[in-house]
């Protein structure tokens, strides 16, 4: 069973910036594609953005060029630096591990964003 915990997100400032963790352990694997997705109220969760073991990444274009997926393959850890921060960045920020078909969720971190 893989476990995916994620950390950092909080209530900042719009234009400020904030940096979210997430460590999946429990596989003995290198986890193949790590990747941030959010949920706002009322809407449904949409992809930020996703980084694959190679370091080929992918990202959501409301997001390009403010936010940055990075890993450590070795502790099986993905990081989303998040900078120039708007309000409508406000949701619940989900990380997820997937390790060949299957596809692991962490809890959940709150960002929230003021104007």
């Known amino acids: 069973q893989v476990r995916v915990v994620e950390s950092g997100g909080g209530l900042v400032q719009a234009g400020g910036s904030l940096r979210l963790s997430c460590a999946a352990s429990g596989s003995g694997f290198s986890i193949n594609v790590m990747g941030w997705y959010r949920q706002a109220p009322g809407k449904q969760r949409e992809l930020v953005a996703t980084?694959?073991?190679?370091?080929?990444?992918n990202y959501a274009d409301s997001v390009k060029g403010r936010f940055t997926i990075s890993r450590d393959n070795a502790k099986n850890t993905v990081y989303l630096q998040m900078n120039s921060l708007k309000p409508e960045d406000t949701a619940v920020y989900y990380c997820?591990?997937?390790?060949?078909?299957?596809?692991?969720w962490g809890q959940g971190t709150q960002v929230t964003v003021s104007s």
């Open positions: 997820s591990a997937k390790l060949y078909s299957l596809t692991y």
């Open positions: 980084i694959i073991s190679g370091g080929s990444t």
